[in-house]
């Protein structure tokens, strides 16, 4: 079994949902988040002033499939979130750890 790790722009969390539920997850969490990464941070117009914010938000989905279908639902999240733009996120696949039970 395997963790994937999705960090994605907030708008696009339901349509990778949607995607992925019928690829054998096992257990989604959603989480949101902020960072940066290649954009480092971006202008945000308040009161017809401009101002940095350091971290841009996101949303990190956390999905546990069996081995065989990390292949299929990864493929599904890069189809589903990728704009061609700077800040689309990053995806991780981690082995997943045993539970306690």
Do not use: C
């Not at 990390?70 to 539970?99: Q, W």
């Amino acid at each position: 079994m395997k963790q994937i790790l999705a960090i994605i722009k907030p708008y696009l969390a339901e349509k990778v949902i949607e995607a992925i539920s019928s690829d054998g997850v096992e257990q989604v969490i959603i989480r949101e988040v902020k960072g940066y990464g290649r954009q480092k941070n971006y202008l945000e117009s308040y009161s017809e002033n401009e101002y940095s914010l350091a971290f841009v938000p996101k949303v990190e989905i956390s999905v546990w499939v069996e081995d065989d279908h990390v292949d299929t639902v990864v493929d599904k999240i890069v189809k589903v979130s990728r704009t061609g733009r700077l800040g689309d996120g990053k995806i991780m696949v981690l082995p997943a750890v045993a539970p306690l039970l």
